[in-house]
């Protein structure tokens, strides 16, 4: 269940929150190195199903291998927001027993120098999660005006000071093109002014790009919409968010559904107009002691279960 490169993060506390049917149909919307989806193919009986997402085509020769190894398994090489589209066209919509969401970027992505994750080790300025296609961190970061720059680092990266590192980046590549990680990571790091305790300066910016550069948030509005509408009545979305942007987002989805139509103050309403959709299962999970001691990712992991009731 483990990949040699990768420890998947609340493994069994996931797979127990998903497959509350052997016999279901399971969606994996990040494949990564196929932990979660191992785990999920070993709770299903002969007559379970799994499918699963990814962008990486390293990830996707994981799942191929996968595929051949179990024929209840497919892997689709694409966004998760492809979810309801790939769905309908399995035949599938509205009977889909659970979505599991392992979000951000993977262990893997982030060891390997050339993808450009990382702003510990020089490589390529890459961050593209699909090396196959799209934008890549140098493009965007050579290409992007310096007002939409300084928002995507206040939006997705939280960076209090956006101003002045996005200031500070369009005039370095007024003389030379930022192509390498390390580059850019001492760019940011010069016009940083205040570093956090124990926490790289070009963190929040290097996040924000790959964000940018991914669509991450983007695509996973659309997903947590789009599963809903693909489970069935008693199906489950597990989410496993690790920084504070997606979990909002992960936690607001449930709360809307929850809270189900919104109306005016003071209108009469009975329970029936309301149209509450989901109910969330139990608190959020954070990893244990253990799983702290031998993955230090897990720190940050944050887990939301929500079942559909209508």
């Known amino acids: 269940m483990k990949d040699k490169a990768h420890d998947s993060v609340l493994l069994d506390e996931a797979v127990e929150a998903l497959v509350i049917n052997p016999d279901g149909i399971y969606i994996d919307c990040t494949f990564g190195r196929g932990g979660h989806s191992r785990a999920v193919l070993s709770a299903l009986s002969e007559n379970g199903r799994l499918m699963a997402f990814d962008k990486d085509p390293q990830a996707i020769e994981k799942g191929q291998a996968l595929e051949r190894e179990d024929s209840r398994f ?3 090489h694409g966004s998760f927001s492809l979810l309801e589209q790939e769905v309908k066209e399995h035949g599938l919509f509205g009977q889909i027993d659970g979505v599991l969401m392992d979000l951000g970027v993977s262990s893997p992505q982030l060891d390997q120098a050339e993808r450009g994750f990382s702003f510990m080790q020089d490589g390529p300025l890459d961050m593209r999660m699909d090396t196959s296609s799209g934008q890549t961190a140098e493009g965007w970061i050579a290409n992007t005006e310096e007002e939409d720059m300084v928002w995507a ?3 997705y990266g939280e960076e209090r000071y956006a101003k002045r590192i996005a200031r500070a980046i369009i005039e370095k590549r007024q003389k030379a093109p930022i192509t390498r990680t ?37 695509d996973l509005a659309k997903t947590l919409e789009q599963s809903l509408e693909c489970l069935k009545v008693g199906g489950r979305i597990v989410a496993i968010s690790f920084h504070s942007l997606e979990d909002r987002m992960v936690k607001r989805f449930i709360q809307k559904q929850e809270r189900g139509q919104d109306f ?13 959709r989901m109910k969330k299962v139990g608190k959020f999970t954070r990893a244990g002691d253990e799983e702290l001691a031998r993955n230090n990712r897990a720190r940050s992991a944050v887990m939301r279960i929500a079942e559909k009731i209508a």
């Open 264 to 276: 005016p103050p003071g209108l009469p309403v009975t329970e029936d107009m309301i149209k509450r």
């Open 153 to 155: 680092f206040k939006t």
């Open 74 to 76: 497919e892997i689709i």
């Open 182 to 218: 390390l580059q850019l990571a001492e760019i940011i790091k010069e016009a940083h002014p205040r570093w956090e305790k124990h926490k790289h300066p070009a963190t929040r910016c290097f996040q924000a790009i790959r964000i940018a550069v991914n669509s991450e948030l983007d």
